[in-house]
């Protein structure tokens, strides 16, 4: 049976929530991590004319949590985004993996790859046209 008494609602920036409800515990989550999405103009213009790298966790980011890791397969749409991104960014994989397993499971070439939380690194052989040799100024991790 539900209460009819009301319920006690919170709001904060605009935004309403039960100090009952999980959203709290994100809420309050967000107020210390902010979304980088938030924060995406201020991001493009901190880094004009600059050059960026993205750096990538494989499980959990590119493919989800699973209870066999051996089960841990990206999607074809994640593939297929990390692909296109690459195409305008260097990209890289870091994993706690081998190198040689998670750049099986990846499966994209024009990835620079680590295993090892780093400590096994292998970069390509031939840089992208659309990379210069010029170092990143800004690099994100995900």
């Given at each position: 049976m539900k209460s009819s008494s009301p319920r006690n609602i919170m709001k904060y920036n605009g935004?309403?929530?039960?100090p009952?409800?999980?959203?709290?515990?994100?809420?309050?989550?967000?107020?210390?991590?902010?979304?980088?999405?938030?924060?995406?103009?201020?991001?493009?213009?901190?880094?004009?004319?600059?050059?960026?790298?993205l750096f990538l966790d494989y499980d959990g980011t590119l493919s989800p949590i699973?209870?066999?890791p051996d089960h841990a397969f990206m999607s074809n749409a994640m593939r297929a985004a990390v692909r296109n991104v690459a195409k305008c960014f260097p990209t890289s994989i870091i994993s706690g993996r081998s190198r040689e397993?998670?750049?099986k499971f990846v499966g994209l070439k024009e990835l620079y790859y680590a295993g090892s939380h780093g400590m096994d690194i292998m970069c390509l052989?031939?840089?992208?046209?659309?990379?210069?040799?010029?170092?990143?100024?800004?690099?994100?991790?995900?």
């Open positions: 935004s309403e929530f039960s009952n409800d999980a959203d709290v515990t994100y809420h309050n989550w967000m107020l210390t991590y902010p979304s980088a999405l938030t924060s995406i103009e201020q991001i493009v213009n901190n880094t004009k004319g600059k050059r960026i790298s699973v209870d066999n397993k998670v750049r052989v031939q840089s992208p046209a659309y990379h210069t040799t010029k170092v990143p100024n800004y690099i994100f991790f995900a």
